[in-house]
């Protein structure tokens, strides 16, 4: 285990630079996508498709370490550690 | 350089698809039974596929100088019909002296059904009893954590199951810890879309290192893309990776592996 091949590390500012123009062009399309979706008829806001995006994008804001983690986790539905005995299986 | 893709649809591919993986440095391939977009009538249906799967895609393979591997079993979606799966189940046993099989996969959930459980269980017994390695399908997009979960329960709930000899596939950020730390292989599935893009697999990487972890393209008749494992070398070729930490992941990982199955022929020679 311990003459595993390392993963190089990169600084923060050279992942900032690497990676800047694809998050910006990423937040474009998230934001046409809601503007997008003002402009449409009916209203989607008490619709919870609608609410995993808000509290996706709340995520992102937040100062918690593992975001894509828990943005999977807020899309995922939840597991039941007694599901064996629901569907009567040993 | 040269890779192994431990998870790909050849069925659904083209030959000009194999001439291309071969051009960008694919030496093996190994191809686990899967749904065909609808659901098959009869056990005969099935018999076939493993024929084609057994006998015709190794012989297409081979053209180009790559070795053609796989799994059989009935997908998880088609498990929801537990008859027509037992007979599939009990039919298999024919197929696994055919020289490229590896095992039983990919077996797993799809819905995280009763049904598809109970299959699921059938399945896994088959392949302690008859001595297989495991190759495992988890459930997309909001059934992956549950579904994850649930087969990691029913795995290590069987003791007889040798957790080295079971890969994990398609696992995501908030999956793959729990399958490593239980002591399975992790396959992360990179999707152009829907998915795990090239840059979130080498996160995983960085993340928990090269050990156990494999990278696969599906590849299947989806929107998907066969050469997805070289998108991933040239991204962490990009992050100034080593040579050696990315064939660990591409090549001798899955070489390591499928080793433990008595067909695997390591492509370039033991290393
Ligand atoms: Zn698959």
Same mark, same amino acid.
């Given at each position: ?13 050279? $992942? ?20 997008? @979706? ?5 209203? $989607? ?6 609410? @995993? ?17 828990? $943005?999977? @986790? @807020? ?16 | ?271």
């Amino acid at each position: 285990m311990s003459n595993d091949p390392k993963p190089a590390s990169r600084s923060a500012q050279k $992942v900032l630079s690497e990676e800047f123009f694809l998050s910006r062009s990423k937040i474009l399309d998230l934001a046409a996508t809601l503007d997008r @979706l003002d402009r449409a008829e009916g209203s $989607v806001d008490e619709l919870q498709q609608r609410q @995993l995006l808000i509290q996706g994008i709340e995520i992102l804001l937040d100062k918690n370490p593992d975001k894509a983690k828990r $943005v999977q @986790l @807020l899309m995922s539905r939840p597991y039941d550690p007694d599901w064996r005995k629901n569907y009567g299986l040993h | 350089m040269d890779y192994i893709d431990p998870h790909i649809h050849m069925v659904s591919r083209t030959t000009d698809d194999y001439e291309t993986l071969a051009r960008m440095g694919c030496v093996a391939m190994s191809e686990p039974a899967f749904w065909a977009g609808f659901d098959r009538g009869s056990v005969e249906s099935f018999r076939d596929y493993f024929r084609q799967l057994t006998q015709f895609e190794p012989k297409r393979a081979a053209q180009f100088g790559i070795q053609h591997y796989t799994w059989l079993c009935i997908n998880a979606k088609e498990a929801e019909n537990v008859s027509l799966s037992r007979e599939v189940i009990a039919m298999i046993p024919e197929f696994l002296n055919e020289s490229n099989v590896l095992g039983i996969g990919e077996i797993g959930l799809n819905k995280n059904t009763k049904n598809e459980s109970t299959i699921f269980l059938e399945h896994v017994d088959l392949a302690v009893r008859y001595n297989q390695q495991i190759l495992i399908h988890t459930p997309h997009l909001e059934d992956k954590f549950q579904g994850t979960k649930m087969i990691v329960d029913m795995l290590v709930h069987d003791t007889r199951v040798d957790r080295s000899r079971v890969l994990v596939d398609h696992v995501e950020e908030h999956t793959i810890q729990e399958v490593l730390d239980q002591g399975f292989w992790a396959g992360m599935t990179l999707y152009p879309v829907t998915k795990c893009t090239p840059a979130r697999a080498a996160d995983m990487i960085e993340r928990f290192g090269p050990e156990r972890l494999m990278a696969n393209s599906a590849g299947d008749w989806g929107p998907s893309k066969p050469t997805a494992i070289p998108d991933l070398i040239m991204e962490l070729k990009r992050r100034g990776h080593s040579r050696e930490l990315i064939r660990r992941v591409v090549y001798e990982n899955p070489c390591k592996f499928f080793s433990q199955s008595k067909n695997f022929k390591a492509p370039l020679g033991s290393s």
